[in-house]
Each structure stands twice: as C-alpha cells, then as structure tokens.
Nanobody, 129 residues
Framework: QVQLVESGGGLVQVGASLRLSCAASGRTFSSLTMGWFRQAPRTEREFVAAISRSGGSTYYADSVKGRFTISRDNAKNTVYLQMNSLNAEDTAVYYC??????????????????????WGQGTQVTVSS
C-alpha cells in the first residue's frame, strides 16, 4: 500500500509560479514511477508529467512542456512539480500518482492513467487573472 499526500496548491495570479510536492510512504519510493495529473471543473482528468524511478527520464504533456518541471528526491520520498508561467487554463485539482510496475520507463505508458496504482487526494491550484 502506498500513501500519497500532495501539498503546495493555492491561489496565484497569471504568470506566477508554484511548486507542488507529493510525499509518499508505504513502499520504497525509488521503486515507483511517479506522475502528476490534473482535473479542471467539468473536464476529464488529464496527464501533466511523469518521472522514472531514478529521475533520469521525464515526460510532459504538450500543454505544460517548457513551463512545468517534474523532479524527485528519493532520499526524501517526495516528487515535485515546479509550475512556472501559470495561466488560467492551469486551474485544476492536481493529483500525484504512483505506478508500482518495475519495468522500463515508457513515456507513452507513463502518460496514461491506467498504469498508476495509487493516487493522492489532490491539491487545488487556482490561477486568477
């Protein structure tokens, strides 16, 4: 069982930056592929970013590429999402997720919700103009 707790959300203005954190427990963190997803009101949950177990590989949705950065600290059992140049379309509840699969990191798979076994409760990010 893996527990995931997100933090760092809040209300910011357009153009601002925010860093989300997700603390994991219950399993060796370095064995988990980690992802960030988001869900805006009246929309489906969508992929944002993913990172391999070692942190050596990352994958991003086109909508956030160049603005968001996913990283992890395996010593602290934490994955981060640095979000820069935020705009109103980034307003959503952000979820972190963990995939326990031990195989090679494949971006096309890491970008799908199905492979992820555990999910956090989410943290709200609101970008105001």
């Amino acid at each position: 069982q893996v527990q995931l707790v997100e933090s760092g959300g809040g209300l910011v203005q357009v153009g601002a930056s925010l860093r989300l954190s997700c603390a994991a427990s219950g399993r060796t963190f370095s064995s988990l592929t980690m992802g960030w997803f988001r869900q805006a009101p009246r929309t489906e949950r969508e992929f944002v970013a993913a990172i391999s177990r070692s942190g050596g590989s990352t994958y991003y949705a086109d909508s956030v590429k160049g603005r968001f950065t996913i990283s992890r600290d395996n010593a602290k059992n934490t994955v981060y999402l640095q979000m820069n140049s935020l705009n109103a379309e980034d307003t959503a509840v952000y979820y972190c997720a963990a995939d326990t699969f031990s195989g090679v990191f494949i971006p096309a798979i890491a970008g799908q919700q199905g492979p992820y076994d555990y999910w956090g409760q989410g943290t709200q990010v609101t970008v105001s103009s």
